[in-house]
Every structure is written in C-alpha cells, then in structure tokens.
T-cell receptor, first 110, second 119 residues
C-alpha cells in the first residue's frame, strides 16, 4: 500500500464547476501536508500548504482531517487553466522529506 | 524571483556512459532533494542533503548512483554506468524550514528537471 494515495482520475469537469480531490495518508506521524500542481512536462509547483485544520487561497480550499488521515482540495469556479495533475504530499516535519501521491488529473472543459 | 536551476535540461546518452546532472538551489535554502519521475513510479525521492551533509540516500541505487554537494550553491547527481531503465525526469528541489505558522514545515521548490534518455 502506498503511503499517500490519491484517485488518479481523470476528473473531467465543465468550466465553472466545483471539484474536490481527496487523498489519504498512512503514516500517522506525518505532520505537514501540501498540494502541488504539475503541468504536462513541467516541474511540480507548490499550490498550497495545509496547516492545522485547513486553509483557503482564493478559489482553492485545502482541508486536513487528522483523525481520518485524509486531506482534500476543493477548487471552486474551475477555469480551463486549472487543468493539470494535482499531487498530494505528506511530510514529517523533522526531516522535511516529502512523500508524494501519484497525482489526480483534472481536465476542465469549455 | 528566486528559482532552482538545473542543467542540462535534456540529455540523451548511450548505455554505459556516465551522466552528471547539476542543480543550483535557491540561495539561502539549506535542504536539497533529488527526485526521479517516471510514468510508472511517479515521483521518487532519491537522496537529500541538509547544510550540504547527506541525510538520506536510501532511495538511490548505490551501485551506480552518487549524489554530492560540493558547496552550498551546487548539488550533483551522477549515474555511472547508465542503463536504459534510468530514463526518467530527474528533479532537484530546495527548501528551508519555515517559521510559524508553518511550525517547522519544509516547503520545497522544484527545478525544471533534467529529462534523461539512455539508449
């Protein structure tokens, strides 16, 4: 079983839709969580860090549920430019080592 | 806008040849990571350094891979001899421990990667 698991998708949604991705992690010692975005043939880029119970940045909301060991990412009013792969990441704060999920692919259609 | 840089961006080589990939971390970041990405395996951590000291290289095939950080501005990843199964994109990332509210988290910033093809 992978340490960080995501539904690979693809999620195909129309512009303006709200879409949510879930991710589970198995290491209860994980303390820090992130969402990265990766476009085709590009490097992963940090989208959001997820602190304590969650946080919001514009159209993006990330939530953390430590009891159930899952993280979610909600995208509201999706744009064509949101089409990408979204990587869920867990980390031990002591080492800084990131464990990446396999990614969830989002395609936003006109 | 500070960025991680990597060279070369693309490398095609024949099996058995040595490959050296270079990375310049963001100035001031004390932690450097090397990752490999393939379609099948996704992103795998190969090795990482803190303050230039190797902390963990358990993800790296020891017989052919080596990672070093000769100074704070340069990290290298070498493969000798290279094999076709090494074909992948190799990313370098750098990070620095954040102060609260991150409470000690490391946000990592990736370079553009080296796309390696071994024939």
């Amino acid at each position: 079983r992978k340490e960080v698991e995501q539904d690979p998708g693809p999620f195909n949604v129309p512009e303006g839709a709200t879409v949510a991705f879930n991710c589970t992690y198995s290491n209860s010692a994980s303390q820090s969580f992130f969402w990265y975005r990766q476009d085709c043939r590009k490097e992963p880029k940090l989208l959001m860090s997820v602190y304590s119970s969650g946080n919001e940045d514009g159209r993006f909301t990330a939530q953390l549920n430590r009891a159930s060991q899952y993280i979610s990412l909600l995208i509201r009013d999706s744009k064509l430019s949101d089409s990408a792969t979204y990587l869920c990441v867990a980390s031990s704060s002591n080492t800084g080592k990131l464990i990446f999920g396999q990614g969830t692919t989002l395609q936003v259609k006109p | 806008d500070a960025r991680v840089t990597q060279t070369p961006r693309h490398k095609v080589t024949e099996m058995g040849q040595e490959v050296t990939m270079r990375c310049q971390p963001i100035l001031g970041h004390n932690t450097v990571f090397w990752y490999r990405q393939t379609m099948m395996q996704g992103l795998e951590l190969l090795a990482y350094f803190r303050n230039r000291a190797p902390l963990d290289d358990s993800g790296m095939p020891k017989d052919r891979f080596s990672a070093e950080m000769p100074d704070a501005t340069l990290a290298t990843l070498k493969i000798q001899p290279s094999e076709p199964r090494d074909s992948a994109v190799y990313f370098c990332a750098s990070g620095q421990r954040r102060q609260p509210p991150g409470q000690g988290t490391y946000e990592q910033y990736f370079g553009p990667g080296t796309r390696l093809t071994v024939t």
